[in-house]
């Protein structure tokens, strides 16, 4: 049996070979979870300092999560996803999930210096992210909402790390309703995320909505998933306020769209599933940066730059019929 050789921590390669892993068009995701919970907490400003040492951990907690599940699901992405480098057997599951788990460790503390109640979320979060795989393959209805609630725990930990308050702090409506605006808009993309890896999820036997399902049921799961975003996100933000409303109006359209190219498409199939799953992720995006705006106008062109950067990564990615 030849052996395999795989790339050293020390070496560049195995460094460009994270970066892939670490998706970085998706860091935008976790980046405009965790500011949703900072905008909302009830201050006139934030410390620059507090701001970063929130906001940085926040933006790169989603690569550094992704990369660790990826070492748990190499059997279904050795075909659905034979370009990422551990499919290529270029760097080892060991090393991708030892660098991961300590940089999701390294941004925890920044968070849980800010407020040590974050600990407690910090360890939900990895411990979820270690133990996804588990139920994406084997319980066909928690896998989108698994990854959802882990997700979700973002927001909670923003709002946290900016107001320094306890626990029973988090307890209100406005807080609540991000939570679900966070667990609904995620559950989506990860469900409708699923239809490109139909055939890679049921040939290593994972037991996906849409491998159960099928492709139209699945899409009709979404629908309920975007009617709930779309109503947590309304409550969040009215209709009061021009510019939140109108990317709150910007964010339902695309979601709705990517729905119906969903039902209608004649060719329902993996190959055609990078429409609706990016609609997905520019509705989530820009849903939470609705809600940014509605609370502090004077972030505007901060996440102005934040999604212009976003869509321009979005374009470079190394593999365009993944998301």
């Known amino acids: 049996m030849e052996k395999t050789y795989y790339s050293p921590v020390s070496s560049l ?64 992405d050795s075909i659905s996803a034979p370009y990422r480098p551990l499919s290529k057997k270029e760097i080892s599951p060991r090393s991708l999930g030892t660098v991961s788990l300590a940089g999701l460790i390294l941004i925890s503390c920044s968070v849980i210096y800010l407020n040590h109640y974050n ?66 808009s995620y559950a989506n993309f990860v469900l409708i995320g699923y239809l490109k890896d139909i055939s890679a999820d049921r040939a290593t036997n994972y037991k996906t909505f849409p491998v159960v399902f099928g492709w139209n049921k699945t899409v009709i799961a979404g629908d309920f998933n975007v009617f709930c975003s779309i109503f947590f996100c309304f409550l ?55 809600v940014v705006i509605h609370h502090h106008a004077g972030w505007l062109i901060f996440c102005a730059v934040f999604y212009i950067c976003f869509e321009v990564v979005l374009w470079f990615r190394p593999e365009k019929g993944q998301i």
């Open 119 to 184: 600990l407690i979320f910090g360890v939900m979060s990895i411990i979820g992210l270690a133990t996804y795989t588990y139920f994406k393959k084997n319980v066909w209805f928690a896998g989108p909402f698994y990854n959802g609630w882990i997700v979700m725990l973002l927001p909670v930990m923003g709002f946290l790390a900016v107001s320094g308050d306890n626990p029973g702090k988090l307890i209100d409506r406005t807080m609540i309703l991000q939570a679900l605006l966070t667990l609904f």
């Open 236 to 290: 969040l933000t009215g209709y009061d306020r021009v510019i939140p409303f109108l990317v709150f109006l910007a964010a339902s359209s695309i979601a709705v769209a990517g729905q119906l190219f969903g039902h209608l498409t004649e060719r329902k199939e993996e190959s055609n599933a990078a429409f609706p799953i990016t609609a997905t992720v520019r509705s989530f995006i820009l849903w939470h940066l609705a």
């Open 13 to 76: 390669k195995f460094w460009k070979a994270l970066v892939i892993h670490l998706r970085p068009y998706l860091l935008f995701v976790s980046g405009a979870a965790g500011l949703a919970g900072m905008a909302i907490v009830p201050v006139e400003t934030i410390r620059l300092p507090v701001f970063l040492m929130a906001f940085i951990p926040f933006f790169l907690g989603y690569g550094f999560g992704q990369a660790l599940t990826d070492c748990f699901q190499v059997d279904t």
